[in-house]
């Protein structure tokens, strides 16, 4: 069996297929040994500085526990062009909050469109939020073979 390389996308395609923000999957590490806690997500994209944004649920409503610095591997993907699209990040998320990265994600944050999403079972402006980055210590990105082969 012989090994298959994927295609990529150049960096102007990645930050183009990205934009200044979309939706995806995010999962959460586990340090119990569980399956990683996944959920789709919205997203911001800096591509300036090759970092994404994610205003996420927390508080006790929120069932992913503990946010600050856990590993994370982020999944968005799509159909341009009718070609499958892919970008994965993996990292750990940085809460905004953090005085050594305050500064950098307040510039961030006004470069990104984190899409409102409404999946809760009240209204969004009842949910406790906060804003989080991941800046990706591996970042991957696949299309799709415009021949299949």
């Known amino acids: 069996m ?7 996308m150049d960096e102007e395609e990645r930050d ?3 934009g200044a923000g979309g939706t995806g999957v995010i999962a959460l590490s586990d340090s119990e040994g569980e399956p ?5 997500v919205s997203y911001g994209y800096d591509m300036s500085e090759d970092v994404f944004y994610f205003r996420l649920a927390a508080g006790e409503e929120s069932s992913k526990g503990n946010l600050r610095d856990r ?5 968005t993907y799509g159909r341009p062009d009718d070609e499958w699209w892919s970008v994965i990040a993996k990292g ?5 909050t ?3 990265i ?3 994600s307040l510039e961030g944050l006004q470069q990104v469109q984190i899409p409102l999403v409404e999946i809760f079972d009240r209204p969004t402006s009842e949910v406790t939020f906060e804003f989080y980055r991941l800046k ?5 990105t696949r299309k799709e073979s415009p021949t299949g082969q």
């Open 2 to 8: 012989s090994d298959v390389e994927a295609i990529e």
């Open 16 to 18: 183009a297929f990205l």
């Open 136 to 140: 990706p210590e591996k970042l991957t």
């Open 36 to 40: 990683p806690h996944a959920v789709p």
């Open 92 to 96: 750990r998320l940085r809460s905004t």
């Open 102 to 104: 305050a500064i950098e």
């Open 98 to 100: 953090e005085e050594s």
């Open 71 to 75: 590993a994370v591997t982020f999944v």
